[in-house]
């Protein structure tokens, strides 16, 4: 069964940086796409980047454009998202997926989805 699990969310105050990691170990990076969502409450599921898999193209949303940098190490089976100049707006419950081949922009294309990991921006 394969398995993504985040961390690095936590609280930070506005215009701070975290740092989120997905591991997927049993996952071949350049074989699967993997997305960050995110949903805060009250909301829908909002995609906001994506890493694809043969070549690594990166996408994002433009609510985040300019201030989350995607980024993987497939020797570590680890995607990141570093978030800079955070705002309250981004607080959010952060899941990352993945599915095997090209990206997609469609949740439900998503096989995979790790726990979550709840980021908070405080004003």
């Known amino acids: 069964q394969l398995q993504l699990v985040e961390s690095g969310g936590g609280l930070v105050q506005s215009g701070g940086s975290l740092r989120l990691s997905c591991a997927a170990p049993?996952?071949?990076?350049?074989?699967?796409?993997i997305a960050w969502f995110r949903q805060a409450p009250g909301k829908e599921r909002e995609g906001i980047s994506v890493?694809?898999?043969?070549?690594?193209?990166?996408y994002y949303a433009d609510s985040v454009k300019g201030r989350f940098t995607i980024s993987r190490d497939n020797a570590k089976n680890t995607v990141y998202l570093q978030m800079n100049t955070l705002k309250p707006e981004d607080t959010a419950v952060y899941y990352c997926?993945?599915?095997?081949?090209?990206?997609?922009?469609?949740?439900?294309?998503?096989?995979?989805w790790g726990q979550g990991t709840q980021v908070t921006v405080s004003s």
């Open positions: 997926a993945g599915r095997e081949g090209p990206y997609s922009d469609y949740a439900w294309r998503y096989e995979y």
């Open positions: 049993g996952f071949t990076l350049t074989y699967n796409s």
């Open positions: 890493i694809s898999d043969s070549d690594g193209s990166t």
